[in-house]
C-alpha cells in the first residue's frame, strides 16, 4: 500500500497566526499581564528569529519565572509595553525623520 506524501491533517496554518498589533494607547494589554515567552514575538511585534537576536543583543530584557523554581519563562505587560514606548520614542527621535524649516 502506498503512503501520500501529503500531509492530510493541516494542524498549523500559517496564515492562521495573527500578529499582535498594539494599540496607540496600548488598552489591549494589561500591564499585569503575564505572557508565555512562546507567544512574546507575536505580543513584541517581531518573528521569532529577530526575538531571539534582540535577546541576545541586550534590546529586549531577559525574561521572568512564571514562579519559584519554575522553569517557564513569562514577560509582564508592563515590559512588553515599556518595549513599545522606547521604540515609539527611538523612532521620534531619528534625525532623518523630521522636518526642517
Same mark, same amino acid.
Given at each position: 500500500?502506498?503512503?501520500?506524501? /501529503? +500531509?492530510k491533517?493541516?494542524?498549523? +496554518?500559517s496564515?492562521?497566526a495573527?500578529?499582535? /498589533?498594539p494599540?496607540?494607547?496600548?488598552?489591549?494589554l494589561?500591564?499585569d =499581564?503575564a505572557?508565555?515567552?512562546?507567544?512574546?514575538?507575536? %505580543?513584541?511585534?517581531?518573528?521569532r528569529?529577530? %526575538?531571539? =537576536?534582540?535577546?541576545?543583543?541586550?534590546?529586549? =530584557?531577559?525574561?521572568?519565572?512564571?514562579?519559584?523554581g519554575?522553569?517557564?519563562?513569562?514577560?509582564?505587560?508592563?515590559?512588553?509595553?515599556?518595549?513599545?514606548r522606547?521604540?515609539?520614542e527611538?523612532?521620534?527621535?531619528k534625525?532623518?525623520?523630521?522636518?526642517?524649516d
Amino acid at each position: 500500500m502506498k503512503r501520500s506524501t /501529503k +500531509n492530510k491533517s493541516k494542524t498549523k +496554518n500559517s496564515k492562521s497566526a495573527k500578529k499582535y /498589533k498594539p494599540a496607540a494607547n496600548g488598552a489591549e494589554l494589561s500591564p499585569d =499581564e503575564a505572557v508565555r515567552l512562546c507567544d512574546a514575538p507575536r %505580543f513584541f511585534g517581531i518573528g521569532r528569529t529577530a %526575538f531571539a =537576536e534582540a535577546r541576545k543583543k541586550g534590546l529586549i =530584557e531577559a525574561p521572568m519565572a512564571a514562579y519559584p523554581g519554575s522553569r517557564a519563562q513569562i514577560y509582564t505587560g508592563r515590559q512588553i509595553l515599556d518595549h513599545h514606548r522606547r521604540q515609539a520614542e527611538a523612532a521620534a527621535a531619528k534625525p532623518g525623520d523630521q522636518i526642517a524649516d
